[in-house]
Structures are given as structure tokens and as C-alpha cells.
């Protein structure tokens, strides 16, 4: 008699979890059409993520994944003019490598860009022990994506959530203020060794075996950055990607080739280059991207039009 009362308790708990698993889904794809059509619903790291899916398919040669450092790499409508290829920026403040993975999953069910370009910093800010949980917390909204737009409860609640409307992902960085150490690259001011955390490194070859299995090559890239990079970490960036086979660029130690000058190029003290750094490091980007791959020229492509810059 107790056994059988133990196999219907344990069959109540198996339909309960069931019914609730089918129903995370039922809302997972209802909160994606409400978010592919209202970017604001989610939050500020995820914008360029899910305004990028709001493009057609197959349409992205180019797709930048990192921290806010990404958002001062390019100017997309301005390098499409220039390049004629088509680049948009995924990243978002604070995202972390775990999240950069996941991006590019969620990218490749409707794009095929060439090239995946990541920016390092999330690879050498000081390491927090809470990235073990933006790991787990990055597969569970990967599959249930109703955890990842969470914020649609917000706004179906009517509150109001910062959001900062962007540019294919660009967003302007236009003010000044200077104030760093333009020796910063010196290898006397940080002799120390940079060790990469491991869960970094794993995935960096997850997000490098990514790129394979879907056709894109990967290029890390180090932005300008008085406040965050050094000596140390550089060595270290690039002992990791000799020893993955990764291709590396960093820009800090070309800041006299490009013309980066931190009392004007700056929008808070080296943390970030501002939209003048940005006008700096875009050419030398474009060059460096001309010179190395074999990127597709859409101008003279109607279907193209719209990436190039709006007029004022």
C-alpha cells in the first residue's frame, strides 16, 4: 500500500515538472517574439545581442562580441561605407566571457559572419568568483530563454528599466575627460605575471571551436586602454593565443601608429577611447582587416542600403 502511495507521489512530482518545463517554453517563445519587437525589454548588456537578431538573415559579415570597450571599436554605418562589408557590435558593458559565448550561439541561428571579432578586456579584468555562476546562469537562459528577457516582466508591470538606444550597436561616446599615464605599456610599471583564469581559457577555445564548426574565422582584439591594459597582461594574452593558434591584435602598443593621444581621445581617463579615438582606431582597423582577410564589398547592392550612414 506505501509503495503504491510512493508511485503516484513520484508520477504527481514527474507531470508537475513536466507541465512546468512545457510551460518555460510556451513563454521562452512568447518572450522572444515580445523582445525581438520591444529591444528595450531586456537589459543593457543584451541590446546589441538582440537588435543584431533583428537584422536579416545573413546579412552580418562582421559581428563584435565583448565588453564596452566594443562599443568604441567601429562606427558599423561608417565602416560600411568605407569597407563595404557590414559589422555590428554585440557587446555590452560588463559582459563576460561565458556571455560572449552564448551571444555568438544565439547569432549564429540567423547570421554567418566571416569574421568574429572578440575584445580581451573581459579576458584580463580582475577575476570574480561569480563568473562560475554567470556560467551556469548563461546555459539555463540559453535554453530557457524567458531568463534572459526577463525584464519583460518589468515593463508588462509598467516599470520603467534604463535602456540606451543604440546604432547597430554603436553607441557615442562624444565627451573628454583626459587625465592618465601614456606610459602605461611600460614593462618596468607591471613586472608581476598575468595568469588568465582557467574558466576564461576554456572558453575561449569553446568560443574558438564555435567559430570553426560554423565557418567564421576569430580575431581577438585588444582596444586602447590606459586604465586596463599593461605590459603584463599583454604578454600573457599573447602566450595564450600562440599556444590556441588564435589570431591576436592588440592596439595599445600602436597607439604612436594610430595617433591615439590620451588628453583629447578619451572619455574617462583611459578606461574608454571617445568618438575621436574611435575615428583614430577605425582606420588602422579597416587596413588591418583589408591586409589579413577576404571580406565581401556590398556597395552597389541595393539590398544594402540601409548600412550606410544616415543623413543629418
Known sequence: MREDTLKKKIIRLALF????????????????????????????????????????SDTVDIMIVGDSETLSMIQPRQFYADTGSTAYIAGGAGQAVAECYYTLKYLYRDQSPKLIILESNLLTEPFRKSEYYTSIRNITEYYLPI????????????NSIPWRKSDK?????????????????????HPEVYEI?????????QIKKLCEEN????????????????YSKLTALQQEFEQQNISYLDLNTRNDEIGIDWTVDTADEGDHINDT????????LEQYLEENYDLPDHRGDAAYDSWYPVEQ
Open 197 to 205: 583564469p582557467a574558466i576564461r581559457k576554456y572558453y575561449i577555445s
Open 147 to 158: 531568463f534572459r528577457t526577463h525584464n519583460v516582466w518589468g515593463y508588462l508591470a509598467g
Open 17 to 56: 515538472l513536466c507541465t512546468f518545463l512545457i510551460v518555460l517554453v510556451i513563454l521562452s517563445a512568447i518572450f522572444d517574439v515580445l523582445r525581438s519587437q520591444n529591444p528595450e525589454y531586456v537589459s543593457e548588456v543584451d541590446t546589441g545581442l538582440w537588435l543584431s537578431l533583428n537584422e536579416p
Open 169 to 189: 550597436g554603436w553607441i557615442s561616446r562624444n565627451n573628454i575627460i583626459p587625465g592618465v599615464n601614456s606610459d602605461y605599456m611600460s614593462p618596468d610599471l
Open 277 to 284: 579615438g574611435m575615428l583614430k582606431v577605425m582606420p588602422y
Open 215 to 230: 565557418g567564421s574565422e576569430l580575431l581577438v582584439v585588444t582596444m586602447p586602454s590606459a586604465r586596463n591594459f599593461n
